[in-house]
Protein backbone atom coordinates (compact mmCIF):
# COMPACT_ATOMS: atom_id res chain seq x y z
CA UNK A 1 0.00 0.00 0.00
CA UNK A 2 1.22 3.86 -0.97
CA UNK A 3 0.03 6.62 1.36
CA UNK A 4 -0.95 9.55 -0.82
CA UNK A 5 -2.86 12.76 -0.40
CA UNK A 6 -5.73 12.90 -2.04
CA UNK A 7 -7.92 16.02 -2.83
CA UNK A 8 -11.88 16.82 -3.32
CA UNK A 9 -14.73 19.23 -3.57
CA UNK A 10 -18.12 19.95 -3.78
CA UNK A 11 -19.63 20.32 -7.29
CA UNK A 12 -19.31 24.33 -7.35
CA UNK A 13 -15.87 23.93 -6.01
CA UNK A 14 -16.78 26.49 -2.92
CA UNK A 15 -16.06 23.57 -0.24
CA UNK A 16 -12.43 21.79 -1.22
CA UNK A 17 -10.57 19.13 1.14
CA UNK A 18 -7.81 16.77 1.15
CA UNK A 19 -7.26 13.52 2.94
CA UNK A 20 -4.33 11.11 3.34
CA UNK A 21 -4.90 7.61 2.92
CA UNK A 22 -3.49 3.84 1.22
CA UNK A 23 -3.92 3.33 -2.32
CA UNK A 24 -5.77 1.15 -3.67
CA UNK A 25 -8.96 3.22 -2.56
CA UNK A 26 -11.16 0.88 -0.25
CA UNK A 27 -14.37 2.51 0.35
CA UNK A 28 -17.99 1.13 1.33
CA UNK A 29 -20.79 0.94 -0.51
CA UNK A 30 -24.30 1.90 2.16
CA UNK A 31 -27.69 0.24 1.60
CA UNK A 32 -29.03 2.61 4.17
CA UNK A 33 -31.70 5.44 2.37
CA UNK A 34 -29.36 8.22 2.68
CA UNK A 35 -26.18 6.74 1.23
CA UNK A 36 -28.55 4.83 -1.07
CA UNK A 37 -30.30 7.76 -2.26
CA UNK A 38 -27.10 10.22 -2.43
CA UNK A 39 -25.07 7.56 -4.28
CA UNK A 40 -22.61 7.88 -1.05
CA UNK A 41 -18.94 5.54 -2.08
CA UNK A 42 -17.35 5.45 1.89
CA UNK A 43 -13.59 6.34 2.43
CA UNK A 44 -13.59 6.67 6.08
CA UNK A 45 -10.34 7.91 7.81
CA UNK A 46 -8.95 9.74 11.01
CA UNK A 47 -10.21 12.98 11.73
CA UNK A 48 -5.93 13.65 11.34
CA UNK A 49 -6.23 12.52 7.71
CA UNK A 50 -8.59 15.25 6.75
CA UNK A 51 -8.07 18.96 6.21
CA UNK A 52 -11.01 21.00 5.34
CA UNK A 53 -8.91 23.26 3.32
CA UNK A 54 -11.44 25.69 2.12
CA UNK A 55 -15.58 26.42 2.43
CA UNK A 56 -16.09 25.72 6.02
CA UNK A 57 -19.03 28.90 6.10
CA UNK A 58 -20.33 27.52 3.22
CA UNK A 59 -21.41 24.12 4.71
CA UNK A 60 -24.89 23.25 6.04
CA UNK A 61 -25.51 20.43 8.84
CA UNK A 62 -27.99 17.82 8.97
CA UNK A 63 -28.66 15.34 11.62
CA UNK A 64 -31.86 12.50 11.91
CA UNK A 65 -32.59 9.80 13.64
CA UNK A 66 -29.89 9.21 16.38
CA UNK A 67 -28.33 12.56 15.87
CA UNK A 68 -24.72 11.11 16.23
CA UNK A 69 -23.87 11.30 12.09
CA UNK A 70 -23.27 14.91 11.20
CA UNK A 71 -23.94 15.26 7.56
CA UNK A 72 -22.69 17.86 5.44
CA UNK A 73 -23.34 20.16 2.52
CA UNK A 74 -22.51 22.65 0.21
CA UNK A 75 -25.39 25.71 0.89
CA UNK A 76 -24.71 26.54 -3.04
CA UNK A 77 -24.55 23.39 -4.96
CA UNK A 78 -26.28 21.01 -2.02
CA UNK A 79 -23.57 18.22 -2.61
CA UNK A 80 -22.50 16.19 0.56
CA UNK A 81 -18.57 15.71 0.19
CA UNK A 82 -18.22 14.37 3.57
CA UNK A 83 -19.75 14.16 7.25
CA UNK A 84 -18.47 12.83 10.33
CA UNK A 85 -20.38 8.72 10.47
CA UNK A 86 -22.35 7.42 12.96
CA UNK A 87 -20.56 4.01 12.65
CA UNK A 88 -17.23 6.03 13.20
CA UNK A 89 -18.06 9.14 14.89
CA UNK A 90 -13.93 9.76 15.48
CA UNK A 91 -13.24 10.13 12.07
CA UNK A 92 -14.44 11.53 8.64
CA UNK A 93 -16.07 10.00 6.15
CA UNK A 94 -15.43 10.90 2.40
CA UNK A 95 -17.31 10.71 -0.29
CA UNK A 96 -15.53 9.03 -3.27
CA UNK A 97 -17.05 10.10 -5.56
CA UNK A 98 -15.80 13.68 -4.57
CA UNK A 99 -12.20 12.93 -5.23
CA UNK A 100 -10.18 14.82 -8.26
CA UNK A 101 -8.57 12.28 -10.76
CA UNK A 102 -9.61 9.11 -8.98
CA UNK A 103 -11.07 6.63 -11.72
CA UNK A 104 -14.08 5.10 -9.71
CA UNK A 105 -13.46 2.00 -11.96
CA UNK A 106 -9.87 1.52 -9.62
CA UNK A 107 -11.81 1.26 -6.17
CA UNK A 108 -12.20 -1.49 -4.16
CA UNK A 109 -15.84 -1.43 -3.08
CA UNK A 110 -16.87 -3.30 -0.46
CA UNK A 111 -20.72 -3.61 1.03
CA UNK A 112 -21.60 -2.25 4.13
CA UNK A 113 -25.24 -4.00 4.95
CA UNK A 114 -27.29 -1.48 7.34
CA UNK A 115 -29.58 -3.93 8.26
CA UNK A 116 -26.66 -5.49 10.07
CA UNK A 117 -25.31 -2.33 11.47
CA UNK A 118 -23.77 -3.71 14.64
CA UNK A 119 -22.04 -6.03 13.04
CA UNK A 120 -20.61 -3.92 10.28
CA UNK A 121 -20.06 -1.31 12.93
CA UNK A 122 -17.85 -3.53 14.97
CA UNK A 123 -16.15 -4.78 11.25
CA UNK A 124 -15.41 -1.03 10.13
CA UNK A 125 -14.33 0.32 13.51
CA UNK A 126 -10.16 0.30 12.76
CA UNK A 127 -11.30 2.85 9.93
CA UNK A 128 -11.13 5.90 12.11
CA UNK A 129 -8.03 5.18 14.11
CA UNK A 130 -4.47 7.02 13.39
Known amino acids: MTETTLRGSCHCGRVQFSVRTA ?5 LDCNCSICRMGDFLHLIVPK ?7 GESELSEYRFNTGIARHF ?26 LTHV ?7 EPFDDNDRDAETARIAHLSRA
Do not use: M, T
Request: charged share 25%.
Open 23 to 27: LPLHV
Open 48 to 54: SAFELRE
Open 73 to 98: FCKHCGIKPFYVPRSNPDGIDVNARC
Open 103 to 109: PLDELII
